[in-house]
């Protein structure tokens, strides 16, 4: 018989294999000939990924590959009319809020895959080592907004296949997310957890979450590339989520918050296609939780620059975020350069 460290082991290493697995078996994306060479796709080993990448242009990216931007038109704004949307007026803030009195610097990724972003692929001590240095590099760059570090980890990943249950997604076991919620603690930092709800739906995969999000260091990702409909696989689409799963999110954040005494709570929503976040006009802003739009996509740096004009910029909906990745950016943008973006991002992610 198996003493539970052992079957938790186990466990572990056949979710490891799964992961690893289907990233490496996927086929390689489709190049659009409208891509600049420039923005090729790097090869696989710089990917973050589990399932199938989506063939989108050189979008390619399953959460786990990481995506290069298609090439856009940006809308006709000048500087100044975007300077008249920022910063966006929202509710009046409530104690305890973090944004924008500080700036979070988070590392992303899942320890059980080396491709799904660098939180996985170096060892812990090393890792949280590294994050400080880059909290510290953005502390650097603005003097004026402290810098708080942050952890988000992939905790349901979008799967290539059903599964039992028909939902294209694979929940992490809680020994996981427990292993990673001490990391944070360690190292001071916060602990986002990312959700890729595959055919699944917001309140389903939040509801095994929520004894995590009622901790008051605990917040909240989403990814609506992996949100896809029925007849729609992970990877071989790029998925969407409407403002109503983002305002249904932002609910349950809310009542946690009221429930349990807390701070406000940070929601972080993945982008890198406008059509992936549908009326993002419609998304409800409350005090009690920060809205976080964070350009997910990596590329050279000017592709980079003009997808978070058009995905952030120009469709304004509470604070802004910004992916960096230290594989798949030709160059890497540094903090000046991040900071250099308008408006500068409250919230920026290395993968």
Known sequence: MLRATDAEHMRNLIIGAILAGLASARPAPAQSPTTPPSASRPPASGDSASVAKPAHGSHARARHAARVHPTHTIAGLSDSALATRWPVKGPEQLPGAILPHYRIVAYYGNPMSRRMGILGQIAPDSMLARLQEEVRAYAAADTATPVMPALELIVTVA??????????????????????????????????????????????????????????????????????????????????????????????????????????????????????????????????????????????????????????????????GFKVFYKNDKPVMTPHDVLALFPAPSFVMFQ
């Open 159 to 320: 799967q290539a296949a059903p599964g039992a249950d028909g939902k294209y997604r694979l929940r992490m076991p809680d020994t996981l997310i427990d292993r990673v919620a001490s990391w944070a603690d360690r190292a001071h930092a916060l602990l986002i957890l990312d959700v890729q709800i595959g055919r699944s739906t917001v309140a389903e995969e939040l509801t095994p979450l929520v004894k995590y999000l009622q901790r008051p260091t605990v917040h909240l990702a989403l990814d609506p590339e992996f949100a896809l409909p029925p007849g729609k696989v992970p990877g071989r689409v790029i998925g969407r989520m409407d403002a109503a799963q983002v305002n249904e999110a932002s609910a349950m954040l809310a009542g946690l918050v009221d429930d349990n005494h807390l701070s406000p709570k940070v929601l972080i929503v993945h982008r890198f296609t406008h059509p992936m976040l549908r009326e993002a006009d419609h998304i409800r802003l409350d005090p009690r939780v920060q809205v976080v739009i964070d350009m997910d996509g990596f590329g050279p740096d000017w592709m980079k620059r003009s997808s978070y004009r058009a995905y952030v910029a120009s469709d304004p909906v509470q604070y802004a």
